[in-house]
């Protein structure tokens, strides 16, 4: 499966036909056993030429409830680099090199770009350059859960969805819908996105509605622990 973001500063250049290359990456999520240190993924390159790529691991973490990636030695992805010829198959090993045990669930993130071919260049298209990320999650602990805490905290911006985690293990949310007094204010398809462990999510709801004072509030999700359906109670931002 594939998790790419398409990096678009190249976008600025003239209008005109876009491409980029087929690269994907299993699985989409790296949890290894408790006390593992050594994980991998599988690189598949689906173009008809090789596709240079470059492997990196960034320590994950979130700041004001929004996502951070830092560089990190801790974990590190053997090899770095790695050419995929067509239709062939490639692994790569993640291993956490750091001595000390982790702390709960460390969260890290694994980078894989392709390295544009400076050939490739075409008059009048634009290349993409495609990123995989793909969530890595070391622990030692035999037992992990989240504990998540939702709220609707009102804001000048307009209203946020605050998920609180006190647990030891991340959660994940998708296709979240938000409702007032039974009728849907606010909607996001797709990944929204993690709550870390020990950590916060804020999530902009963009709705030209304000959160109605009093309002019965409630919001259903897809997440990797089920279905979520919840009441929820609003304050203002302190």
């Known amino acids: 499966m594939k998790l790419a973001t398409l990096l678009a500063a190249a976008a600025l250049i003239a209008p005109g036909a876009a491409w ?5 990456v299993a699985p989409v999520v790296l949890d290894p ?13 689906a173009e008809k030429k090789a596709v240079r790529v470059q492997v990196r691991v960034m320590k994950w973490s979130t ?3 929004v996502d951070a990636l830092e560089p990190t030695s801790d974990v590190v992805a053997s090899p770095p680099f790695a050419t995929l010829s067509p239709d062939q198959q490639y692994l790569v090993r993640v291993v956490r090199t750091a001595k000390a045990a982790p702390v709960g669930e460390e969260s890290y993130r694994v980078l894989v770009d392709e390295v544009p071919d400076p050939a490739d260049s075409r008059p009048g298209t634009v290349k993409l350059v495609v990123r ?47 409702e007032a007094n039974g009728r849907q204010i606010a909607s996001r398809r797709g990944l929204v996105g993690y709550v870390l462990a020990g950590s916060e999510l804020r999530v902009p709801l963009e ?11 409630r919001i259903t999700a897809a997440s990797d622990g089920g279905r979520l359906e919840l009441p929820l109670g609003a304050q203002s931002a302190g």
Do not use: C, H, M, Y
């Open 132 to 178: 995989q990320s793909i969530p890595v999650f070391f622990s030692d602990l035999p037992r992990r859960a989240p504990k998540v805490a939702w709220k609707i905290e009102r804001s000048a911006a307009g209203p946020v969805l605050v998920g609180r985690n006190s647990g030891n293990r991340r959660f994940r949310i998708a296709d979240l819908q938000v």
């Open 20 to 24: 980029a290359s087929d690269i994907r």
């Open 33 to 45: 056993l408790p006390g593992a240190r050594t994980t991998s993924l599988t690189l598949a390159n």
């Open 63 to 65: 700041r004001n409830g």
């Open 207 to 217: 709705t030209r509605e304000a959160v109605p004072a009093g309002a019965a509030l």
